[in-house]
């Protein structure tokens, strides 16, 4: 007998419209030089973890951006804005430090949106796949409007 393995999913960091990666204006997310995933263009100032996870990476100094590495192994990187790394004021707010456990639905990352449009940044926001782990197929799914916690973004197996 043969057992299908369950299939399990990814849900939205944040409200908002979804776009493929490839449509970010920055060569290193569109040509997808970090790895596939896609993007999320927020309607709100909060990022949620997507899933269960350890948090593997915490950019100190801007904190606009964390890595999360799954039970499955598979390493997601959430990257809020473009060229954010090079901001000196202090528009993000990290709520999870490196090493910690969090779940699907945590607030991972506030941050001022009115600051940093006026500061010329976007606040698209990429889920980057760094690394599938253990899983066989992934599968980025066709949603456009995202519903943060409960619209499913990645289907994995």
Not at 5 to 12: L, P, R
Not at 21 to 38: A, H, P, R, T, W
Not at 140 to 147: D, G, N, R
Request: charged share 25%; hydrophobic share 40%.
């Amino acid at each position: 007998m043969f057992f299908k393995k369950k299939e399990s999913y990814i849900t939205a960091y944040t409200d908002g419209t979804i776009i493929p990666i490839s449509e970010v204006k920055d060569e290193v997310f569109s040509q997808k030089m970090m790895g596939d995933g896609l993007a999320i263009y927020p309607e709100s100032d909060t990022i949620y973890a997507p899933c269960d996870g350890i948090i593997t990476a915490v950019f100190e100094q801007t904190q606009h951006a964390v890595g999360i590495t799954m039970e499955n192994g598979m390493e997601i990187l959430l990257h809020v804005g473009l060229d954010t790394v090079n901001l000196h004021e202090p528009i993000f707010h990290t709520h999870v430090k490196k090493d910690e456990a969090v779940k699907q639905g945590q607030t991972l990352i506030t941050y001022d949106k009115e600051a940093l449009a006026a500061l010329g940044y976007s606040d698209v926001t990429m889920c980057v796949i760094l690394s599938n782990g253990n899983t066989k197929e992934v599968e980025l799914l066709k949603e456009t409007k995202a519903v943060a916690n409960k619209t499913n973004i990645i289907r994995y197996k």
